[in-house]
């Protein structure tokens, strides 16, 4: 278990269009400190709507999952550099050496960047894994992946909140934990299979929790990124 108090709510912005994901910032309203850009916004509008989001006093998560060779992750590192973002997202699954590349391009060019290396998906279970020859669990895999990013340099880490207390416990309290597939009780799971709800991923040492649907589909988009903020208190 953690001693980190703090766990700070990130939007996971998926929506279609700049127009719907503007509206729906304007209806969430001030409490809001984080949100997550992901591909589908990204691939669509690019580094301009990452500043009109951090013009609006956004903190940036740029969730582009990149794994490529480590020169191309290290010169796409280098790109981002220009854009106002805080976190940044690449594949652990990338390996050691792109992760080193990703870091020194990270020292030399965004200091204030903190990376962050996807273990494994949070949409993914050992049947998964299984059908991609991993004979490893979910858990032992998230935590061979951990030893090689934090190995790296690399600032934190992407997993889902079952795997917080062993990565705590192997890690302790300095790497930045983002744990996604949150669903507060009672709301649908969609596709996420290791799931947890928002004060216990807090318990348990989560950093920042991203939320994406259990928000952004509610009657009460605002009402409901309230609750998740008042658990997480
Ligand atoms: O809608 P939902 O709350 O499931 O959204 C979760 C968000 O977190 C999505 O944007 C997804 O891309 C992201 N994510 C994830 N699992 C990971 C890493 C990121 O679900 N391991």
Not at 29 to 42: A, I, N, R, T, Y
Not at 60 to 68: A, E, N, S
Not at 84 to 91: A, K, R, S
Not at 188 to 198: F, G, H, L, V
Request: with cysteine.
């Amino acid at each position: 278990m953690s001693n980190q108090s703090k766990c700070t709510l990130i939007l996971a912005l998926d929506l279609e269009t700049r127009e719907e994901a503007l509206a729906m910032l304007a209806r969430l309203g001030d409490s809001l400190e984080w949100v997550k850009v992901g591909l589908q916004l990204f691939t669509a509008y690019g580094p301009d709507f990452v500043r009109e989001i951090a013009d609006k006093g956004y903190k940036v998560f740029l969730d582009l999952k990149l794994h490529d060779i480590p020169n191309t992750v290290a010169k796409a590192v280098q790109s981002i550099s220009n854009m106002p973002v805080q976190l940044l997202t690449l594949h652990a699954c990338g390996g050691g050496e792109m992760l080193e590349w990703a870091n020194k391009a990270r020292n030399d060019h965004a200091p204030d960047l903190n990376l962050l290396a996807v273990t494994v998906l949070t949409s993914m279970n050992e049947a998964q894994l299984r059908s991609l020859n991993v004979q490893a669990t979910p858990e032992t895999q998230v935590i061979h992946l951990a030893d090689i990013t934090l190995k790296a340099g690399i600032q934190g880490l992407v997993c889902s909140s079952l795997e917080l207390d062993p990565l705590r416990a192997r890690f302790g309290t300095e790497p930045i934990i983002v744990t996604p597939g949150i669903r507060p009780a009672g709301s649908a799971a969609d596709e996420q299979k290791r799931i947890m709800t928002p004060a216990a991923a807090a318990a348990a040492g989560s950093s920042y929790i991203v939320v994406g649907r259990p928000i952004l589909k509610a009657n009460d988009p605002a009402a409901a990124a309230h609750a998740i903020q008042a658990e997480l208190a």
